[in-house]
């Protein structure tokens, strides 16, 4: 979000500051018809008539906000490469996946033919199928996101009555498994489908929510102790006000309240009169928990149990003997395999930290070695 901002603001390119997108917290999936008609113009000069497609008019959903029209380029006739050497790598693969799919979405779909052959053995049946691309419609466009796969026709020459040899055949025992754990990503398109929040909201739904309540490790999410007390609290004593249906139900109302279909104050008042009653029984009957212990480990230098804690720098594990004992376990560091050796040191290697002001370069070994540097700013030049 962050970074598609900055296309939305302004982008200095040569001797113009311009805007490369249009509002980019949105949801909506309508077009402007003066877009449409610039890019059925742009795909008739550059790929040809056979090309230009029509731009399909959805009927939003009611969870879908209207007010602004689809994340687009402002002009179609900027192109990602014409503007390569102004934007740094994030801010280029942005423009240019925004540029591909609002281009392709008014594009002819591609055409092909499905060759399909049926096998019967006993009372087991097998299936081979291979693609024909007759026409590639808006597939030409995949090479410019570097998403083109190699679609190898094959054709199959198998005519009713022939008989094939098995080459070879598994036998695969599958086992319900577990749902799989969200990544950020997943974790968004749950949030838009059950209608809580909106792309406003987002980011800083899941920045919050690291902040003390969860990890993310190799892409997928991990809840932490303290967000799993939380979870577990909040079901227990707040469960009318938090959870997913009131939540969805309450965005509705803002909604309505936008277009003056409801009066705020009613909505405003059944939401106090609900959630007072809950907060009081919680604040009665829910035990005092400030920590949780962490098990199998104690303190080494005092002994005492360990436990977790938050910090204005997010959750950590310390000593439960605080302020007696100031023993705080350092964090796993994850060293690049191309990270620089510190300077002063010599002995630990600069990794990326956070501090008040923001990301830096840090010696690992802190607090150990107090080695620290900005980040220096890259000017990424297209390669000829």
Same mark, same amino acid.
């Given at each position: 979000?962050?970074?598609?901002?900055?296309?939305?603001?302004?982008?200095?390119?040569?001797?113009?500051?311009?805007?490369?997108?249009?509002?980019?917290?949105?949801?909506?999936?309508?077009?402007?018809?003066?877009?449409?008609?610039?890019?059925?113009?742009?795909?008739?000069?550059?790929?040809?008539?056979?090309?230009?497609?029509?731009?399909?008019?959805?009927?939003?959903?009611?969870?879908?906000?209207?007010?602004?029209?689809?994340?687009?380029?402002?002009?179609?006739?900027?192109?990602?490469?014409?503007?390569?050497?102004?934007?740094?790598?994030?801010?280029?693969?942005?423009?240019?996946?925004?540029?591909?799919?609002?281009?392709?979405?008014?594009?002819?779909?591609?055409?092909?033919?499905?060759?399909?052959?049926?096998?019967?053995?006993?009372?087991?049946?097998?299936?081979?199928?291979?693609?024909?691309?007759?026409?590639?419609?808006?597939?030409?466009?995949?090479?410019?996101?570097?998403?083109?796969?190699?679609?190898?026709?094959?054709?199959?020459?198998?005519?009713?009555?022939?008989?094939?040899?098995?080459?070879?055949?598994?036998?695969?025992?599958?086992?319900?498994?577990?749902?799989?754990?969200?990544?950020?990503?997943?974790?968004?398109?749950?949030?838009?489908?059950?209608?809580?929040?909106?792309?406003?909201?987002?980011?800083?739904?899941?920045?919050?929510?690291?902040?003390?309540?969860?990890?993310?490790?190799?892409?997928?999410?991990?809840?932490?102790?303290?967000?799993?007390?939380?979870?577990?609290?909040?079901?227990?004593?707040?469960?009318?006000?938090?959870?997913?249906?009131?939540?969805?139900?309450?965005?509705?109302?803002?909604?309505?309240?936008?277009?003056?279909?409801?009066?705020?104050?009613?909505?405003?008042?059944?939401?106090?009169?609900?959630?007072?009653?809950?907060?009081?029984?919680?604040?009665?009957?829910?035990?005092?928990?400030?920590?949780?212990?962490?098990?199998?480990?104690?303190?080494?230098?005092?002994?005492?149990?360990?436990?977790? #804690?938050? =910090? *204005?720098? /997010? &959750?950590?594990?310390? +000593?439960?003997? @605080? %302020?007696? $004992?100031? !023993?705080?376990?350092?964090?796993?560091?994850?060293?690049?395999?191309?990270?620089?050796?510190?300077?002063?040191?010599?002995?630990?290697?600069?990794?990326? #930290?956070? =501090? *008040?002001? /923001? &990301?830096?370069?840090? +010696?690992?070994? @802190? %607090?150990? $070695?107090? !080695?620290?540097?900005?980040?220096?700013?890259?000017?990424?030049?297209?390669?000829?």
């Amino acid at each position: 979000m962050k970074l598609a901002q900055t296309l939305f603001e302004s982008v200095n390119i040569g001797k113009k500051t311009t805007g490369l997108i249009t509002y980019h917290r949105t949801d909506s999936i309508q077009l402007s018809p003066i877009f449409i008609n610039q890019a059925k113009q742009f795909i008739n000069d550059n790929f040809g008539p056979e090309y230009v497609g029509k731009a399909y008019v959805q009927k939003e959903t009611a969870l879908v906000q209207g007010a602004h029209e689809a994340i687009r380029p402002i002009d179609i006739n900027i192109k990602p490469d014409d503007v390569r050497e102004y934007l740094n790598l994030s801010q280029y693969k942005i423009y240019k996946l925004i540029y591909v799919r609002a281009l392709a979405s008014i594009m002819t779909a591609k055409k092909l033919i499905v060759h399909k052959s049926f096998f019967e053995a006993q009372s087991y049946e097998a299936e081979a199928s291979s693609n024909e691309v007759i026409f590639p419609g808006h597939s030409v466009l995949d090479s410019w996101l570097s998403t083109s796969k190699k679609e190898g026709y094959q054709a199959l020459d198998y005519q009713i009555g022939d008989s094939v040899k098995v080459k070879d055949y598994l036998i695969e025992d599958v086992s319900t498994k577990p749902p799989a754990r969200y990544s950020e990503g997943q974790l968004v398109k749950k949030m838009e489908e059950t209608g809580i929040g909106r792309p406003s909201t987002y980011a800083v739904t899941i920045e919050k929510l690291r902040e003390h309540y969860i990890q993310v490790e190799k892409g997928l999410i991990y809840p932490l102790p303290q967000g799993e007390l939380v979870d577990e609290k909040l079901r227990e004593y707040i469960k009318r006000t938090i959870n997913v249906e009131y939540t969805a139900k309450m965005e509705k109302y803002l909604d309505k309240i936008e277009t003056k279909e409801v009066d705020k104050l009613e909505v405003l008042k059944e939401f106090n009169d609900n959630f007072v009653e809950e907060l009081k029984n919680a604040l009665e009957h829910m035990p005092t928990q400030k920590t949780i212990e962490v098990k199998d480990e104690v303190c080494p230098k005092c002994g005492k149990a360990l436990v977790y #804690r938050n =910090g *204005k720098f /997010g &959750s950590f594990i310390g +000593c439960s003997d @605080f %302020p007696s $004992c100031n !023993y705080i376990k350092p964090k796993e560091v994850v060293i690049p395999k191309n990270a620089k050796v510190c300077p002063k040191c010599g002995q630990g290697h600069l990794i990326t #930290r956070q =501090g *008040k002001y /923001g &990301s830096f370069l840090g +010696c690992s070994r @802190f %607090p150990d $070695c107090d !080695y620290m540097e900005p980040f220096k700013k890259r000017k990424y030049f297209r390669k000829s």
